[in-house]
């Protein structure tokens, strides 16, 4: 057995996790962000000892803990560096910490790197040497995992696959760059798309879910899609068409041997992916691009946990 911990700005979460990829005992404690690294080590600590109260013969068998935590960080050194969503942490050995606290093994990643891991492992990239993956959600983050090993490049920063530029005239992303395909698809960036056709006049049952033009969230997009909306289908095709050029890039340079998505907007985005895999061969030199299976990850909400205690196979 391992102990998988996913760290977030607002909470904990840590479950057992089986060589199989079987996830138990869930705990969630909330995360506080703004204090000291003391208090927020003790936070992680609560959702750990919260495992070992309702199992106490879990004590004996784990042999690992892994931890998914915001970025960045350094993956070999067990290290949080200076996450924006936890100005807690600076330069805060938390793999060691852990090592400390509980005499076994410990593991840290970014989520995206780990999920992918747990997808190469246990999940839907399972049988496929070569991974991609992604999370679409309100952000854009990406993994590489080869031969069941992530790809973390040169300094542990490889597979920032969200911050790619498709459009040097684009929106500015939060990370400062213009035209990521994060500042492009991601949910928020769905949403004001939506805005700017209502906006411009179009008549949607998008306005009447949200309530108002500026109410209006990728779940009211998704919702009046599934009602057979026209603008709701309008707006997700261009984000399909946005995907489908960046991942055009994607196989140019990895050509992996699967894509699989992970997050909200994938599963959205899901009804598009066989359109999505015909267009490739338009956005890629690659003229078998088109034979990539494109398939949605196993874990759901559970992917940081079922991640971080991949770290640890």
Request: aromatic share 6%; with cysteine; glycine share 14%.
């Amino acid at each position: 057995m391992t102990i998988g911990v996913d760290v977030g700005g607002t909470k904990v979460a840590a479950a057992l996790v089986s060589a199989s990829g079987e996830i138990s005992h869930k705990t969630r404690v909330p995360m506080v962000s703004t204090g000291g690294a003391a208090t927020a080590f003790a936070a992680v600590r609560a959702a750990i000892d919260g495992i070992f109260q309702a199992v106490p013969e879990a004590r004996g068998a784990v042999t690992g803990i892994g931890i998914c935590a915001p970025g960045p960080l350094d993956p070999r050194a067990g290290v949080v560096l200076n996450p924006p969503n936890l100005p807690c942490w600076r330069s805060f050995p938390l793999a060691a910490e852990i090592e400390k606290a509980y005499g076994v093994r410990a593991r840290l990643d970014n989520d995206a790197n780990a999920a992918g891991l747990a997808e190469a492992i246990w999940g839907a990239g399972v049988g496929y040497h070569n991974v991609f993956f992604a999370i679409l959600g309100t952000g854009i983050g990406t993994g590489i995992v080869f031969d069941r090993r992530i790809y973390h490049g040169r300094t542990g920063s490889a597979a920032e696959g969200g911050h790619m530029t498709i459009d040097y005239r684009g929106p500015r992303c939060g990370c400062g760059k213009l035209g990521c395909i994060e500042a492009l698809a991601s949910g928020p960036n769905i949403a004001r798309r939506a805005q700017a056709k209502l906006a411009a006049g179009a008549a949607s049952r998008i306005r009447e879910l949200a309530g108002s033009v500026d109410a209006v969230r990728t779940e009211h997009v998704g919702q009046a899609f599934h009602e057979g909306d026209a603008a709701a289908r309008e707006v997700l095709a261009e984000t399909a068409m946005l995907l489908t050029v960046w991942l055009g890039n994607i196989v140019d340079l990895l050509e992996p041997d699967v894509m699989v998505f992970g997050g909200g907007v994938a599963e959205l985005m899901s009804s598009f992916f066989e359109s999505m895999r015909a267009g490739l061969e338009q956005w890629s030199i690659n003229q078998r691009a088109g034979e990539i299976p494109m398939l949605l990850a196993r874990y759901g909400n559970d992917a940081g946990i079922a991640g971080a205690a991949a770290l640890c196979r």
